[in-house]
């Protein structure tokens, strides 16, 4: 029998000799590799922390010892070792979340998916430990990439302050985020990893002056008493026990042993202790250690064989904006780039090909991305930072007080806009168009294709004197969806046919197919329509108001939380223009959406093509006098507010 099926928790662990733990080890990994190869998943991370997952699990007792871990995408061998082995449904409705999940298991408890966050977690858990008395121990998990983000060493700094009170810190370091980690940091964790440790060097030494006559002592005594110095020479763990933090390392993240060893030393020590552990990302599996982009970090569904991709979707919204920027960047020198630790997920690689000097990778670390591009803009260049739309989140106040207050013409482009489904709640891209509405000057284009992609890319780039924002969906790319006119600066996708239309659909990005479906199944229920796609969502364009006023009823459809989204600023437009036309907004729901395909995501919210024309059908019915109203009904979609 398979050692791997007769785990059914981590204290099973416990009864495995080495030899045994060897063997489970590559079990998991085979495990991964077939189980991933069939869902897509985050592979390269889990390959490389299969000895470091049974380690922790043997040394602490989850869940009472609270094992956290940043981001979460590793943690799939956790899952495994925490009962979790049914992989079949990974990241689709119903099955195991890609992440930690409170939901699935009392031995979770982070599962936002944002990096940088599980040291403050881990601080704040710890203080409640102490206040409440309880000996449990608290291990935080974090990689060398999130260690690049500006809240770790924050969270680093108060663990610090703390002598006495427990926390291991496991630096997962593999030398990689997505693609490698760049910067100080990275310099600084790569000299320890090729730097004999001091106490190793300390130890010979006093072997050696212990046997030297008259001078030997107090030779030693004089050198460990300037360690400091000495320590930073020889290994510059300095760093972080200058911090007052306890530094053991590194150790080989894939012998068991060794792990085993210094966790054990880390909890024995009462205080706040750093492992540094050093993994191969990938480890394995020969398709990952070749792929020197991004070690697998993320795959479709693959041949497990050979690591190639099953299927092709075609084109892809990021690759028409990575192409176009190349193109941009041909035309104009003064535009530059920037990552957040994702070059490739974002398009920028061949950017970053062709314009080597021109791309700044700033790490995991949105906010400093996000002010490093402010000065960038003042310094006469056109920075055009390429992010995650749910990223964005954690960078609000610099857009704000730094780029927008400046007048800063700084291009952000918003990949993975809307729905994305299978990542799971903290991965929907459905906050920026609400928390982008209140910042002043910002302009918001939202794209229905690649040619508009192109378009409003160049659009947004020839503005200096105001951030510009460009976002877009996940995913292949559909055919080009045509306009028809042109009204102020909004496209006209489909025109009514009648003087006096019913329904003004507001269509928003890349749900302009979707919009067009709507109008066709209104068509046949009598009520004609007219279908518009702003382009620019932010400001309202000024013939909006003119335009619904035109028409008995606007609807709004937008990929994007309805709360304070692209219907809620139309609606507030109308208002100010004093035009009185009854407005519906649909959208995404003000709640967390568990993970599912992104169509099984938008059915169980209601944004289909047939929902919507169901509601808006029974919307102008109800204008007509057509519609007598149940005494106890409720309306299912809400008006837009304040």
């Known amino acids: ?56 699990h043997r040394v602490f007792h989850s869940p009472e010892d609270k094992v956290l871990w940043d981001t979460g995408h590793q943690s799939y061998v956790h899952k495994l070792l925490t009962g979790r082995q049914d992989f079949s449904r990974l990241k689709m409705k119903g099955g ?57 060493w924050e969270a680093l700094n108060n663990i610090a302050e703390a002598k006495d009170r427990p926390l291991v810190i496991v630096v997962n370091d593999n030398e ?47 050198l460990h008493g300037a360690k400091k110095g000495l320590k930073d020479f020889i290994a510059p763990q300095g760093m972080f026990e200058d911090l007052g933090l306890k530094y053991l390392g590194p150790i080989d993240g894939h012998d068991i042993e060794a792990l085993e060893s210094a966790l054990a030393r880390a909890k024995r020590f009462g205080g706040p202790v750093i492992v540094h552990c ?92 996000a002010v490093s591009a402010a000065g960038l803009a003042y310094g006469g260049l056109h920075p055009v930072f390429a992010v995650y739309a749910t990223f964005l989140n954690r960078a609000f106040d610099q857009v704000l007080m730094d780029v927008a207050l400046h007048k800063c013409g700084v291009t952000f482009v918003l990949d993975r806009a809307g729905i994305t489904g299978t990542d799971g709640a903290s991965h929907n891209g459905m906050w920026d168009m609400s928390i982008l509405q209140v910042v002043p000057g910002l302009r918001l284009a939202a794209p229905r294709d690649a040619d508009q992609v192109r378009a409003q890319l160049r659009e947004a780039v020839a503005v200096e004197d105001a951030p510009t ?43 302009a197919p979707m919009c067009l ?17 702003p382009r620019w969502v932010k400001p309202v364009d000024e013939a909006m108001a003119p335009l619904a006023e035109r028409h008995r009823v606007v609807v709004t459809v937008e990929d994007n939380s309805r709360v304070g989204g692209v219907g809620s600023a139309i609606a507030q437009a109308l208002r100010d223009a004093g035009v009185d036309v009854p407005l519906r907004d649909f959208g995404i729901p003000p709640r967390f959406l568990d993970h599912a395909s992104r ?19 029974g919307l102008v019915a109800k204008l007509d006098g057509r519609f007598e109203r149940p005494a106890d009904a409720v309306d299912s979609v809400e008006p837009a507010r304040d």
Do not use: C
């Not at 398979?2 to 928790?9: C, D, F, H, N, S």
């Not at 169509?599 to 059908?617: C, F, K, N, S, Y």
């Open 1 to 56: 029998m398979p050692l791997l099926t007769r785990i059914r928790g981590p204290r099973d662990l416990d009864r495995l000799s080495l030899e045994e733990l060897d063997q489970l080890a590559e079990e998991i990994r085979t495990f991964l590799v077939d189980a991933v190869s069939k869902t897509g998943g985050h592979l390269g991370p889990n390959l490389g922390v299969v000895e470091l997952t049974i380690a922790l």
């Open 278 to 369: 050093l993994t191969e990302k990938g480890r394995g599996y020969q398709p990952a250690l070749q792929d020197e982009a991004d070690r697998f970090h993320a795959v479709g569904k693959i041949h497990p064989d050979t690591g190639l991709p099953i299927s092709s979707s075609g084109a892809d919204w990021t690759s028409v904006f990575g192409e176009e920027m190349v193109r941009l960047g041909e035309e104009r020198e003064d535009i530059v780039a920037i990552t957040a630790a994702m070059l490739q997920p974002v398009g920028l690689d061949k950017f970053a090909k062709r314009f080597p000097d021109r791309v700044y990778d700033v790490g995991i670390a949105e906010q400093h991305g």
């Open 599 to 617: 169509a099984e995501v938008m059915a169980e919210i209601g944004l289909t093509a047939p929902d919507i024309a169901r509601q808006v059908t």
């Open 517 to 533: 479906e709507i109008a066709a199944l209104l068509d046949q229920q009598g009520i004609s329509t007219t279908v518009v796609d």
């Open 176 to 222: 990689r985020s997505y693609a490698p980690t760049i910067g100080g940091l990275a310099n600084h964790l790569a000299t320890l990893r090729t730097t004999d440790g001091y106490e190793r060097f300390l130890a010979r030494t006093k072997d050696i002056l212990d046997r030297t006559p008259v001078v030997g002592k107090p030779l030693y005594e004089t």
């Open 469 to 511: 924002v460009v976002r877009f969906s996940k995913g292949a790319v559909g055919p080009a969806v045509p306009a028809v006119g042109r009204v102020g600066g909004m496209d006209v996708l489909r025109e009514p046919g009648t003087d006096r239309p019913d329904v003004l659909l507001v269509s928003v990005g890349a749900l």
């Open 96 to 152: 195991l979340s890609g992440y930690p999940a409170q939901a699935e298991s009392e031995h979770d408890v982070i599962e936002n998916s944002h990096a940088s966050t599980v040291l403050g977690w881990a601080d704040g858990i710890a203080k409640a430990n102490q206040l409440r008395r309880r000996d449990d121990h608290v291990v935080a998990v974090i990689g060398d990439g999130a260690l690049t983000g500006g809240m770790a």
